[in-house]
């Protein structure tokens, strides 16, 4: 994977600071797992049901941000949207925890 498909959380987090909101960031964990925790304004959608949950509600030209259980979750996620047909997707590397630790706002924890 090129590093250009992966999402720094110090990055992503600027971004939200900033007001740019042009983007959707996609929780691929359980809903349960989900629910306990997750990134403020993750969208759940679970890897079962992400290419036909993403096809049916996203723009396949919106930036997505994805991320799940671990690294290669997240990866295998990120792939399954670009195969899918959307574009311009990034892998969060380090999911939740390293949202957490860079101060990202979460919901649920």
């Not at 989900?34 to 919106?62: C, F, M």
Request: charged share 20%; hydrophobic share 40%; with cysteine.
């Amino acid at each position: 994977m090129s590093s250009s498909l992966l999402a720094d959380v110090h990055d992503l987090k600027s971004r939200l600071e900033w007001g740019q909101p042009a983007f959707t960031i996609i929780d691929v964990r359980d809903r349960h797992t989900y629910n306990h925790g997750h990134i403020t304004g993750a969208i759940p959608i679970p890897l079962d049901d992400l290419v036909s949950r993403a096809q049916s509600s996203l723009h396949k030209e919106r930036q997505i941000y994805v991320y799940g259980e671990h690294d290669a979750h997240t990866a295998h996620a990120a792939e399954i949207l670009r195969t899918a047909g959307f574009t311009d997707v990034s892998a969060i590397t380090g999911g939740l925890d390293a949202w957490k630790t860079v101060g990202g706002a979460v919901e649920g924890c």
